[in-house]
């Protein structure tokens, strides 16, 4: 394994509901990353956090809300999603923003019925 | 426009057989190259990652190329097992706003058939 783990593996959620993805990382990285990744798409930047603190926003819906309140847990707050979200959702951390491998989790498979 | 493109999007080969996967790239100014291995339910492993000054690197069987000149880098798989049977992914790191940042291409789906 990567040393980077993700809960729940698998999500089914209306689309008027609430709930959150967890990322946590055991290698003693700084900088955690969000990705979505749809079919025959390439992997989409959502966040980045660097030392707890948000980087990167690459202009992502309010809807997705992350979190992270320490530099080994981060979290994707989900609330009012769209069937066009469902995704799979892919969290990684590296030694320091850029610097370094990215570790992939194994993902969250999101569907918004 | 910083791109990765990468062909073919899927492709079918029997086991034992050699394949080779495309990357073309327009990523300025290029930090490195990686290929990314992502099994189904997964997320990518890296399986090499070369600099500007390199144009080879193996992993067991997998070798990969990287002509800077032309922005192109291949992947090479010899005597395919089943369990190569994946997604390659060809991302690309760019030094972007003070930091490293990666370029994802879109993959290509592998399938090895017995």
């Known amino acids: 394994e990567t040393g980077v783990t993700q809960t729940p593996r698998h999500l089914v959620m209306g689309m008027t509901n609430k709930k959150s993805l ?12 969000w990705y979505k990744q749809s079919a025959k798409k390439p992997l989409e930047l ?4 660097n030392f707890k603190e948000q980087t990167e ?3 992502v819906p309010s809807r997705f809300s992350p979190e992270c309140p320490n530099s080994s847990h981060l979290f994707l707050h989900l609330h009012t ?3 066009e979200d469902s995704a799979l959702y892919l969290c990684a951390s590296s030694q320091g923003q850029g610097a370094g491998e990215q570790y992939f989790g194994p993902g969250t498979r999101l569907t918004v019925t | 426009k910083n791109q990765v493109e990468q062909s073919p999007q899927s492709l ?3 086991e034992g057989k050699n394949c080779t996967l495309q990357c073309n790239y327009t990523v300025s100014p290029f930090s490195n190259l990686r290929w990314y291995k992502q099994d189904t339910g997964r997320g990518p492993v890296s399986l090499t990652i070369m600099t500007f000054s390199e144009n080879t ?6 070798t990969a190329t990287l002509d800077a000149d032309t922005k192109q880098s291949s992947l090479h ?11 390659y992914i060809c991302v690309v790191t ?18 090895v058939h017995p």
């Open chain 1, 57 to 59: 926003n690459n202009s």
């Open chain 2, 77 to 87: 798989i010899t005597a395919s097992q089943l369990s190569d049977s994946a997604s």
């Open chain 2, 94 to 111: 760019s030094f972007s706003g003070g930091y490293n940042k990666l370029i994802f291409g879109a993959g290509t789906r592998l399938a």
């Open chain 2, 57 to 62: 690197k193996s992993n067991g069987r997998y």
């Open chain 1, 22 to 33: 967890k990322c946590e990382q055991h290698l003693g990285h700084n900088a955690m990353y």
């Open chain 1, 81 to 83: 999603l769209q069937p």
């Open chain 1, 46 to 49: 959502m966040f980045v956090y």
């Open chain 2, 12 to 14: 079918i080969i029997l």
